[in-house]
């Protein structure tokens, strides 16, 4: 069970507020993206749901039962891959199942093979390619135990070829292990891509302005987001998010 709710959660710093009543869900086994302007404090909801803040005030539950301000409930993987440089990269995937004691490492060169990193499996971080040490990462979230996975932008960094594979490659692994996940990204066309829904948050105080559902079928093939259907899509969601930055240009 891994079905997330957030409940009128605030969060001010310095006496600026930057979430404000904040509302959404995420049900077992979804694909949930936040899309919003750059500064509309995704990240500072990302800490507040792993524990590394508390909010001022609203609460955070899953599978029911409240996990306000507590760690240890959720697998987060940032913007930067976060491999430990002087482990294998067998011994980065397995770090999760090695701090709560369920260490399977035959699940994990399995998952290994499957990201196609077989033969890489005893070598440091510095061998791999960027999309090879994000894969490698996001493998590691996977084995972890905890049931919902936070995806805090794992692709900016690479460039767009790569990023389009990775969003196949996460894609397929979603679909085969459908572990819930709340994704953030700045690309429209990678939030259409890969989400059953997509939230729009405002300008600061971030609030939920607007949500999607998207009537895409399962799996994505390639040639989607060449389609009518998509670049409409793409145009709605991009006329909201162009309205939130103006909004806070003017305020």
Do not use: C
């Not at 084995?143 to 389009?164: H, K, M, N, V």
């Amino acid at each position: 069970m891994s079905h997330l709710k957030i409940r009128h959660l605030t969060k001010s710093f310095a006496g600026k507020e930057v979430l404000k009543d904040i509302q959404l869900h995420v049900a077992e086994g979804e694909f949930v993206t936040i899309l919003g302007p750059s500064g509309s404090g995704k990240s500072t909801l990302f800490h507040l749901i792993g524990g590394l803040l508390a909010p001022d005030g609203g609460g955070i539950f899953l599978d029911g039962k409240e996990i306000t301000g507590e760690r240890g409930h959720i697998s987060y993987m940032p913007q930067q891959h976060s491999l430990f440089p002087w482990r294998s990269i067998l011994q980065n995937v397995l770090l999760g199942q090695e701090i709560t004691g369920q260490k399977d490492e035959q699940r994990a060169m399995a998952m290994i093979d499957k990201a196609g990193l077989s033969g890489y499996e005893h070598e440091l971080p510095d061998a791999l390619s960027g999309g090879m040490k994000q894969r490698a990462a996001f493998i590691r979230a996977l084995l972890s135990p905890q049931p919902l996975i936070l995806l805090d932008e794992p692709f900016s960094a690479l460039d767009d070829f790569t990023r389009q594979d990775m969003q196949q490659w996460l894609q397929s692994i979603w679909m085969e292990y459908k572990k819930t996940i709340l994704f953030i990204t700045h690309n429209i066309e990678e939030a259409l891509f890969l989400s059953d829904r997509i939230i729009i948050l405002s300008t600061k105080p971030a609030s939920v302005r607007k949500e999607f559902t998207l009537p895409f079928d399962w799996p994505r093939p390639k040639e989607l987001v060449f389609s009518k259907e998509f670049f409409e899509w793409k145009q709605e969601i991009g006329s909201w998010i162009v309205r939130e930055k103006s909004r806070g240009g003017a305020e």
